[in-house]
């Protein structure tokens, strides 16, 4: 403990050793880099997604040197889907510590007037609904443990008008909302829960529709110069997951390069 007169601090630890996570959207870009940032501090991770040969590509490269990767295969907008999830990771690895709810992307720009309820619909299941079914299926256990860490996933088009679809905006701005509403619902019981707010990252999409040039010009126009970097929200990502952020809760963290001061 410090006091006024500590000469010496002793810094909180970021060790995730014994730990397990399950990160969801874990077989793309942002999913991926923070499932390897959590082996990376020690946890077991499980990764989800739906395409069975993307979970495996990334699980074999993240298991190497013996490291737990347990890929599972699920829709996240389904809640029986989510309960065989949570059943799975407990029966595989134990119950989870760490949850990150990284599912989702479908922030794809569309005129609002040209945007249908079926669409609406579609990307706030997508963003919003899946962030739902997923804590839910979790949270049993960890208020059983009185214990957990929640990471969610919104976006800079929830903080400021940006080019995505208002469905985006507006379902990742309810990701916020959910997230607040869940730290302080939860905070007593030992549950954290705290929310990611990237802009522009630089991910396998942003690669195949955009040239090197026009991704440079694009993060050129960051106050701090660049694109974001996966490993930029994985490292965001450690931190809220580990002990070092133990007194923090109900947070959105901007990952934004300075574009988003709030
Ligand atoms: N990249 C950015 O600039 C940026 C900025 C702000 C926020 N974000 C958010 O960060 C998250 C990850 O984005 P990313 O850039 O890493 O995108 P990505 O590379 O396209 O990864 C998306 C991941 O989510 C999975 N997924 C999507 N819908 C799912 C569902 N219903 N059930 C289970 N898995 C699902 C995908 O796998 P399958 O398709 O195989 O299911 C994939 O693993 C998203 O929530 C996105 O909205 C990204």
């Not at 737990?68 to 989510?82: F, K, N, Q, W």
């Not at 029966?91 to 669409?119: K, N, Q, S, V, Y």
């Not at 079914?133 to 929830?158: K, N």
Request: hydrophobic content about 45%; proline content about 5%; glycine content about 12%.
């Amino acid at each position: 403990m410090s006091g006024p007169g500590a000469k010496v601090v002793a810094l909180p630890d970021f060790t995730l050793e014994g730990k397990v996570a399950v990160v969801t959207g874990g077989s793309g870009s942002i999913g991926a880099a923070t499932a390897a940032a959590l082996i990376g501090q020690g946890a077991a991770v499980a990764i989800v997604g739906r395409t069975p040969k993307a979970l495996k590509e990334v699980a074999a490269k993240l298991s190497v040197g013996g490291r737990t990767v347990l890929p599972v295969r699920a829709d996240c907008t389904s809640e029986p889907e989510m309960q065989e999830l949570a059943g799975e990771v407990t029966a595989r690895l134990g119950p989870a510590d760490i949850l990150c709810t990284f599912a989702g992307g479908d922030g794809m720009p569309l005129p609002t007037h040209e945007e249908t309820a079926a669409h609406w619909r579609r990307v706030t299941d997508s963003e919003l609904t899946s962030t739902f079914a997923t804590i839910r299926a979790f949270l049993p256990a960890m208020l059983e443990r009185h214990s957990g860490t929640i990471v969610t996933m919104a976006s800079s088009a929830a903080r400021q008008a940006a080019g995505s679809s208002a469905a985006y905006a507006a379902a990742k701005a309810g990701v916020i909302a959910l997230s607040r509403h869940l730290a302080g619902e939860y905070a007593r019981q030992g549950i954290r829960v705290n929310c990611l707010a990237p802009s522009a990252v630089e991910n396998e999409r942003m690669r195949r529709w955009m040239s090197e040039e026009e991704r440079r010009a694009l993060g050129g126009a960051f106050p701090l110069g660049r694109l974001g970097q996966p490993e930029d929200v994985a490292a965001a990502t450690v931190f809220l997951a580990s002990s070092a952020s133990s007194w923090i809760t109900g947070l959105t963290l901007d990952i934004s390069g300075g574009k988003v001061m709030l």
